[in-house]
């Protein structure tokens, strides 16, 4: 079911140390696989696109080691954009990188939490239940998206609003409507499309005609 307003309005802010241990306790408790479940039978709806419904499908194998792959000699903060189970986050912030994850499903995010502190990357990652549409992700420069096609345009219209030239969003399982990808790898559902927006957006035109303007 979808996600009730409460949870949604979770912030980073309001996410103390006490609760993030309690979950980490309950998470552990109940057990990965009976959370993962839940995980898996309980899709979430994105708040503005109400008739479009999300299932958690786990990134595989071959989709994360693409993922890393567009990632090589990248630098600066990371997003994932609908994090699921963590599974991205936690490998980019094994490459060194501080990796947040923003994720609908409350269930998924105690466990992406947990599964960073199991495997000692907790310090640089954070995850948080929020609502894309209404965060900013304006200071990120690296960004992964797994989405569906019905909600592209309208996050590639806020992407390319909101970051800045030397971004690169890498596209998982579905491409961007209107982009043309610089970058892609792997074959089939493990297919990923990274994205400069310095090309995308033509800021590599602008500054030279800005450098031709000064020299004459």
């Known amino acids: 079911g979808a996600m009730s307003e409460a949870?949604?309005?979770e912030s980073p802010q309001r996410d103390g140390e006490g609760r993030s241990r309690w979950g980490l306790l309950v998470t552990a408790a109940v057990g990965g696989s009976l959370v993962a479940l839940y995980a898996v039978a309980t899709p979430f709806v994105a708040p503005a696109l109400r008739k479009v419904c999300l299932p958690f499908v786990p990134a595989t194998a071959a989709q994360i080691q693409n993922v890393l792959k567009m990632l090589?000699?990248?630098?600066?903060?990371?997003?994932?954009?609908g994090s699921g189970d963590g599974r991205i986050v936690i490998a980019a912030a094994k490459m060194g990188f501080k990796a947040v994850g923003?994720?609908?499903?409350?269930?998924?995010?105690?466990?992406?939490?947990y599964r960073a502190w199991r495997d000692g990357v907790h310090q640089n990652?954070?995850?948080?239940?929020?609502?894309?549409?209404k965060v900013s992700?304006?200071?990120?420069?690296?960004i992964?998206?797994?989405?569906?096609?019905?909600m592209m345009p309208q996050l590639e219209k806020k992407l390319e609003e909101?970051?800045?030239c030397n971004a690169r969003i890498i596209a998982c399982r579905f491409p961007f409507p209107c982009w043309v990808p610089d970058h892609t790898a792997g074959e089939g559902i493990d297919t990923v499309w990274a994205y400069d927006l310095k090309h995308s957006r033509g800021c590599e035109t602008k500054s030279l005609e800005i450098t031709s303007e000064i020299e004459s």
């Open 72 to 81: 090589e000699n990248r630098s600066g903060p990371l997003v994932d954009i």
């Open 125 to 133: 990652t954070r995850f948080y239940i929020s609502d894309l549409w």
């Open 137 to 142: 992700f304006s200071h990120y420069r690296n």
């Open 7 to 9: 949870g949604a309005r």
């Open 162 to 164: 909101e970051l800045e």
């Open 102 to 113: 923003y994720e609908l499903n409350p269930w998924l995010v105690w466990y992406s939490r």
């Open 144 to 150: 992964v998206v797994f989405g569906v096609p019905q």
